[in-house]
């Protein structure tokens, strides 16, 4: 069954570094939501999981650098929360 839970670990990969690069893309038209939004909606989508944000960063190639930086930006907010 090991399988089956790496497919889905896979997929959840590929949604967050997709969903990265649309933020991205929401970010250079001034569109809302904004910087912090996203992060937020990044950590959310990778069940707070830093670990789930890098491996999303690890899939994106050069042409993707500014999500990739919003990933490992995420996955620093995410393995250190800041004080409400």
């Known amino acids: 069954m090991s399988g089956g839970r790496r497919d889905v670990e896979s997929d959840?990969?590929?949604l967050v570094a997709r969903d990265a690069q649309t933020a991205v893309r929401a970010l250079r038209r001034?569109?809302?939501p904004g910087v912090d939004a996203s992060l937020d909606y990044l950590i959310s989508r990778a069940y707070k999981s830093p670990d789930v944000l890098l491996d999303a960063r690890d899939l994106l190639g050069e042409?993707?650098?500014e999500a990739g930086a919003l990933l490992n930006?995420?996955?620093r907010?995410?393995?250190?929360p800041a004080d409400p």
């Open 12 to 14: 959840l990969r590929q």
């Open 77 to 80: 907010l995410a393995r250190y």
């Open 30 to 32: 001034r569109e809302r």
């Open 73 to 75: 930006r995420a996955a």
């Open 63 to 65: 042409q993707d650098a």
